[in-house]
């Protein structure tokens, strides 16, 4: 990645100015203070640009891509892979600003939202209608709905709702070069040649900036069932999660791991409540969401005591109340403990084949044994489609590139990839060739290239481009 030592032009800035008034441009100390709760090595931007319509997005990103100037796209600066840090010489666009929900249409059962609409207060919104958005994941409170479909976001509810890009019928997004590309589709079935949206989902800002969506929205679930089980072999747990898919009829919406090492954590003296002993190497939440509350819980219970009976659990609790539940989940959801208690600490986010996931762990722990005798490893995620999240201290020992190397390089054998819905950002573009072959590669450079000639947007993220994929290099001048 070619590195940045000029300041964005003060004309520029002046410029941007004028698209956004005062109140849409920040600069100086007040670029790294506007949110202490990012890590102040994110922002290391000469100006924050805060547009309020897709429009001034469109000025905007026409006069950075006339000047040359890097672009880093802002949501809610949520991500774990550093996809939103900047440098000196780039400017910040945040969506912060274009937070509308402008319009619910329950015939339809769809929303178009700006790109900036909070995940959970558009969950809180559509209640009034009886809907819901099924996307759900722990950073809901400040996430962006924008950032979601970027990011191709994943969560909790993916076994059974699919990922961001399940959720995203249409987008509006705007090009390097700042025109508006408006594909708001409201239909699920438009086979009308390429599917555009699929350009902007899932690319971290590298190739368009999403400003507007439309969302495809669900019914509002009236009954819910909850349960942590625990289990001695993980093969108990892939027949669980088989089990538990065909004898609830579709109801399944979260089967979520926990390993001794993460449940011990969490439910240490003083910290959370622990339901079950914490003597087994698995634990699992398991969750229903239907319509009917007495007949999905007799259904719950049934499909339980048939696991039982098949050997496929060792013990199990059930909650009974809301207030159970949240206890429940707040042991697989609270990363306070285990971040404090695993320093250095360090976190994964990968997905593979269920089928290789208990020889993948053993080999992980092996590896980091092998390299960090003192280092400490949990593991947690969404067992339910592939997804583990790792949890490593490397026991005083400061080194990543080791850590990593622990943790991707299994991967490749078994054809893993190395993210499973963080994305690459900076974190994880050393490792991308995990995953991706030369010729996928090729193929994603050819794209950058051809939307972004001068590598404005959100440079140096997920790959670095070749010189010779850059049509229009920065400081050269573009014919008006």
């Given at each position: 990645?070619?590195?940045?030592?000029?300041?964005?032009?003060?004309?520029?800035?002046?410029?941007?100015?004028?698209?956004?008034?005062?109140?849409?441009?920040?600069?100086?100390a007040d670029v790294r203070m506007r949110n202490p709760g990012v890590f102040m090595s994110e922002i290391g931007a000469d100006a924050l640009v805060r547009p309020t319509t897709t429009e001034q997005v469109s000025q905007i990103m026409a006069a950075?891509?006339?000047?040359?100037?890097?672009?880093?796209?802002?949501?809610?600066?949520?991500?774990?892979?550093?996809?939103?840090?900047?440098?000196?010489?780039?400017?910040?666009?945040?969506?912060?600003?274009?937070?509308?929900?402008?319009?619910?249409?329950?015939?339809?059962?769809?929303?178009?939202?700006?790109?900036?609409?909070?995940?959970?207060?558009?969950?809180?919104?559509?209640?009034?209608?009886?809907?819901?958005?099924?996307?759900?994941?722990?950073?809901?409170?400040?996430?962006?709905?924008?950032?979601?479909?970027?990011?191709?976001?994943?969560?909790?509810?993916?076994?059974?709702?699919?990922?961001?890009?399940?959720?995203?019928?249409?987008?509006?997004?705007?090009?390097?070069?700042?025109?508006?590309?408006?594909?708001?589709?409201?239909?699920?079935?438009?086979?009308?040649?390429?599917?555009?949206?699929?350009?902007?989902?899932?690319?971290?800002?590298?190739?368009?900036v999403i400003t507007r969506l439309v969302l495809r929205l669900r019914e509002q679930p009236t009954s819910s069932n909850t349960a942590l089980v625990c289990a001695e072999r993980f093969s108990q747990i892939a027949d669980l999660l088989r089990h538990m898919d065909g004898a609830l009829g579709g109801l399944l919406s979260a089967f979520e791991l926990i390993d001794n090492s993460f449940y011990r954590v969490n439910t240490a003296g003083g910290r959370h409540g622990a339901p079950l002993?914490?003597?087994?190497?698995?634990?699992?939440?398991?969750?229903?969401?239907?319509?009917?509350?007495?007949?999905?819980?007799?259904?719950?219970?049934?499909?339980?005591?048939?696991?039982?009976?098949?050997?496929?659990?060792?013990?199990?609790?059930?909650?009974?109340?809301?207030?159970?539940?949240?206890?429940?989940?707040?042991?697989?959801?609270?990363?306070?403990?285990?971040?404090?208690?695993?320093?250095?600490?360090?976190?994964?986010?990968?997905?593979?084949?269920?089928?290789?996931?208990?020889?993948?762990?053993?080999?992980?722990?092996?590896?980091?044994?092998?390299?960090?005798?003192?280092?400490?490893?949990?593991?947690?995620?969404?067992?339910?489609?592939?997804?583990?999240?790792?949890?490593?201290?490397?026991?005083?020992?400061?080194?990543?590139?080791?850590?990593?190397?622990?943790?991707?390089?299994?991967?490749?054998?078994?054809?893993?990839?190395?993210?499973?819905?963080?994305?690459?950002?900076?974190?994880?573009?050393?490792?991308?060739?995990?995953?991706?072959?030369?010729?996928?590669?090729?193929?994603?450079?050819?794209?950058?290239?051809?939307?972004?000639?001068?590598?404005?947007?959100?440079?140096?993220?997920?790959?670095?481009?070749?010189?010779?994929?850059?049509?229009?290099?920065?400081?050269?001048?573009?014919?008006?």
């Open positions: 990645m070619t590195e940045r030592t000029a300041r964005t032009p003060a004309a520029l800035i002046e410029r941007l100015r004028s698209i956004v008034d005062d109140k849409g441009l920040l600069t100086g950075c891509h006339a000047a040359g100037q890097a672009v880093v796209v802002h949501g809610g600066m949520s991500g774990w892979v550093r996809a939103t840090q900047t440098r000196p010489g780039e400017i910040a666009l945040s969506l912060e600003r274009m937070n509308c929900i402008e319009n619910v249409d329950p015939a339809n059962r769809t929303a178009i939202v700006q790109a900036g609409v909070i995940l959970e207060t558009f969950q809180d919104h559509l209640e009034q209608f009886g809907l819901m958005f099924p996307l759900d994941l722990g950073g809901r409170g400040s996430c962006q709905l924008g950032g979601n479909a970027a990011t191709n976001a994943g969560g909790m509810r993916v076994l059974r709702y699919g990922m961001m890009r399940e959720q995203v019928l249409g987008v509006e997004a705007v090009l390097a070069d700042g025109r508006i590309v408006s594909s708001l589709n409201r239909m699920l079935k438009n086979n009308t040649g390429y599917d555009l949206k699929q350009l902007f989902i899932g690319t971290e800002g590298s190739l368009g002993p914490s003597d087994k190497p698995y634990y699992v939440v398991i969750e229903t969401l239907g319509s009917d509350q007495e007949r999905d819980t007799a259904l719950f219970h049934q499909a339980l005591e048939k696991a039982a009976e098949m050997g496929l659990l060792d013990d199990a609790v059930l909650a009974s109340s809301e207030r159970e539940r949240e206890a429940i989940w707040a042991i697989r959801e609270d990363l306070e403990h285990i971040v404090r208690d695993f320093q250095p600490f360090y976190a994964f986010d990968v997905s593979l084949p269920v089928g290789d996931m208990e020889g993948y762990m053993a080999d992980v722990k092996a590896a980091l044994k092998a390299q960090l005798p003192d280092g400490s490893i949990a593991f947690l995620g969404h067992i339910g489609d592939g997804n583990l999240h790792i949890a490593i201290g490397a026991g005083g020992a400061d080194d990543r590139e080791v850590v990593e190397a622990c943790v991707y390089e299994p991967l490749r054998p078994i054809q893993g990839s190395v993210s499973a819905e963080h994305g690459i950002g900076l974190e994880k573009k050393k490792w991308l060739s995990v995953s991706r072959s030369e010729a996928e590669c090729a193929l994603m450079f050819e794209l950058k290239s051809m939307l972004d000639p001068r590598g404005i947007l959100n440079p140096g993220k997920i790959f670095d481009l070749p010189p010779q994929h850059l049509v229009a290099p920065l400081g050269t001048a573009l014919p008006e």
